[in-house]
């Protein structure tokens, strides 16, 4: 293995032994030909996790490595947990020049469609609402 290459680990998280329903999964695939791209997917995993606390998040990234990401590609879809279907939050494949445009302006954008993926299994449970939004509710 080259130097410098880190081996990531693969787990299947739909399987008995690491399956949790309190563990949303992020999936995002990016290109490798700019280090922004995995930048971007690390900060989007860290965003999520610290905006809503109380739920579980694990970040995928290009299928662990088993699948080459598309030439200028950055998507990230969203399933409320390992065995649920996963809902595209964001395209940048047709997105761009300049690159910028192929992330989210402000990954807070993307927090009203994971609460609705998320309230599609649990109604009664809404998360990562702030004071202000769970008045309106």
Same mark, same amino acid.
């Given at each position: =293995?080259?130097? $410098?290459? *880190?081996?990531? *680990? =693969? %787990?299947?998280?739909?399987? /008995?032994?690491?399956?949790?329903?309190? @563990?949303? &999964?992020?999936? #995002?695939?990016?290109?490798?030909?700019?280090?922004?791209?995995?930048? *971007?997917?690390?900060?989007?995993?860290?965003?999520?996790?610290?905006? &809503?606390?109380? @739920?579980?998040?694990? +970040? #995928?990234?290009?299928?662990? $490595?088993?699948?080459?990401?598309?030439?200028?590609?950055?998507?990230?879809?969203?399933?409320?947990?390992? @065995?649920?279907? %996963?809902?595209? +939050?964001?395209?940048?494949?047709?997105? $761009?020049?300049? @690159?910028? /445009?192929?992330?989210?302006? /402000?990954?807070?954008?993307?927090?009203?469609? #994971?609460?609705?993926?998320? *309230?599609?299994?649990?109604?009664?449970? #809404?998360?990562? +609402?702030?004071?202000?939004?769970?008045?309106? =509710?």
């Amino acid at each position: =293995m080259p130097k $410098g290459k *880190k081996k990531v *680990k =693969m %787990v299947d998280w739909a399987a /008995d032994e690491n399956f949790s329903k309190e @563990r949303s &999964i992020f999936y #995002v695939e990016h290109t490798t030909e700019c280090p922004i791209f995995q930048m *971007k997917a690390e900060e989007c995993g860290a965003f999520f996790k610290q905006r &809503i606390p109380e @739920r579980e998040f694990q +970040l #995928v990234r290009n299928k662990y $490595g088993k699948e080459a990401p598309r030439e200028g590609a950055f998507e990230i879809g969203f399933s409320q947990n390992a @065995r649920t279907s %996963v809902h595209e +939050l964001w395209s940048g494949l047709t997105r $761009g020049p300049p @690159r910028r /445009d192929k992330f989210p302006e /402000d990954f807070e954008n993307l927090v009203p469609d #994971v609460q609705r993926v998320l *309230k599609k299994f649990y109604p009664d449970k #809404v998360v990562g +609402l702030t004071d202000d939004e769970e008045d309106e =509710m």
